[in-house]
C-alpha cells in the first residue's frame, strides 16, 4: 500500500485590502438569562432610538438612501398586541426570549422577523456579557408600574380587544 503524504500551504499578501466582509464586525447580543438572542453588524448603541418608548430601530429592508442591516434574531414570536398611542392604535409583534420569555423587541408586520421595513429591540432587554444585567435594564420602571396600576394612558390590550 503506497504511503499518503499530504502538504498544505497558506498564502497571503501583506499587500492586500481588506474585504468589506472581513472589515464588518458581528456583535453578539444575549438575553438577561444568558441565552443568545441577536448577532448583528452595528452595535445596538449606534443605531436611532424611537421616541415613543426608547426602542432600538433596526432598518430590515432596503430602501432608496440606506441599506438593510445584517442580523440574525434567535426569539420565538408571541401574540399580537395592540398598544394605544398618543396619535393612536399600534399593532406590535412581539419576539421573545426562546429560554425566559423576556420580551426582547417586537415589528409592526406579523412573523417572520425581517418582514417588515423595521425591528425594535426593548431598551435594556440585550447585553453584550452573557450573564451581566445591562445598564439600562431597570430604565423606565416607575412607567411600567403605572401600566400594572391600570393608568388609563398607557393600557394594553391583547389581540386589538379593549381590556377587561
Do not use: W
Not at 396600576?149 to 390590550?157: E, F, H, L, Q
Amino acid at each position: 500500500m503506497p504511503k499518503v503524504v499530504s502538504r498544505s500551504a497558506v498564502s497571503s499578501s501583506t499587500d492586500a485590502r481588506p474585504t468589506a466582509s472581513a472589515a464588518a464586525a458581528l456583535r453578539v447580543y444575549y438575553c438577561i438569562c444568558g441565552e443568545f438572542i441577536l448577532v448583528i453588524e452595528r452595535s445596538l448603541s449606534a443605531l436611532p432610538k424611537r421616541q415613543t418608548d426608547g426602542a432600538t430601530i433596526i432598518r430590515c429592508q432596503d430602501s432608496g438612501t440606506e441599506n438593510a442591516i445584517v442580523l440574525k434574531l434567535n426569539a420565538i414570536s408571541t401574540d399580537p398586541v395592540l398598544v394605544e398611542r398618543s396619535g393612536g392604535h399600534e399593532r406590535q409583534y412581539r419576539f421573545s426570549c426562546p429560554r425566559c420569555n423576556l420580551l426582547v423587541g417586537y415589528q409592526s408586520t406579523p412573523p417572520p422577523v425581517k418582514s417588515g421595513p423595521y425591528l425594535y429591540i426593548l431598551s435594556g432587554a440585550l447585553t453584550q456579557m452573557q450573564g451581566q444585567v445591562p445598564k439600562d435594564a431597570f430604565d423606565g420602571e416607575a412607567a411600567l408600574n403605572l401600566l400594572e396600576a391600570g393608568d388609563p394612558i398607557s393600557m394594553v390590550a391583547r389581540d386589538g380587544m379593549p381590556p377587561n
